[in-house]
C-alpha cells in the first residue's frame, strides 16, 4: 500500500471515482527529448540602449516539452519576425560550439497562430528538418502550456520596464 500514490490508494479504497478527484487535468502523456517543442515571443521586462534609443527587446524561444529546457533562443531589439524564429531554431538545433548539447531536431512544433511563425520561411525549415508544425487554435495559451508558463515566470526577472 506504501508505494502506491493517493489516486491508486482513493481507487482501492472508494472506488474509480475518488480516484479520478487525484488526476490533473489537462496533463499530457510522458514525452521524450525532442519529441515536441513550443516556440513563443515575449517582451523582456527591461530596456536596452539601441543607438541612443531605450527598447525593450523581444525574446524568441523554443523549449523542449519533456525535459523543460529552452533549446534556442534569439534577442531582436525591435518586433519579432520569420528571420528571428529562424535565428532561434537555428541555434536550437545546432549542438555544437556556444549553442551546448541540449537541442537536435524536434518531432514536432506547437506554435501559436502568428504570421510569422506560420511564414513560407519559417514552414519550410521545418519542412527540411522533417518536423511537424502544429498551429494551435487562437487564444489558446494553455494548448502550449511550457512555453507560456516559462513567458510568466521569465517576467520577473526584474528591471526597469
Known amino acids: 500500500m506504501r508505494c502506491l500514490i493517493a ?3 482513493a481507487g482501492l479504497v472508494r472506488g474509480p471515482e475518488a480516484a479520478r478527484a487525484h488526476d490533473v487535468f489537462g496533463r499530457r502523456p510522458v514525452q521524450w527529448r525532442n519529441e515536441t517543442w513550443e516556440a513563443d515571443h515575449v ?4 530596456v536596452v540602449d539601441v543607438d541612443g534609443e531605450l527598447v525593450r527587446p523581444w525574446v524568441t524561444w523554443f523549449i523542449d516539452v519533456a525535459t523543460k529546457t529552452i533549446t534556442g533562443t534569439a534577442v531582436t531589439p525591435r518586433q519579432p519576425s520569420w528571420a528571428s524564429i529562424l535565428a532561434a531554431l537555428r541555434a536550437a538545433v545546432l ?8 537541442g537536435g531536431i524536434p518531432e514536432h512544433v506547437r ?3 502568428g504570421r510569422d ?7 519550410a525549415a521545418f519542412t527540411d ?11 489558446s495559451p494553455h494548448l502550449k502550456g511550457t512555453v507560456e508558463n516559462l513567458n510568466l515566470r521569465s517576467l520577473g526577472f526584474g528591471a526597469v520596464v
Open 43 to 46: 517582451q523582456a521586462p527591461f
Open 117 to 123: 511563425f506560420l511564414s513560407k520561411t519559417v514552414l
Open 95 to 102: 549542438r555544437t560550439g556556444p549553442y551546448g548539447p541540449a
Open 111 to 113: 506554435v501559436d497562430r
Open 129 to 139: 528538418l522533417k518536423t511537424k508544425c502544429e498551429d494551435l487554435p487562437a487564444y
Open 7 to 9: 489516486g491508486e490508494r
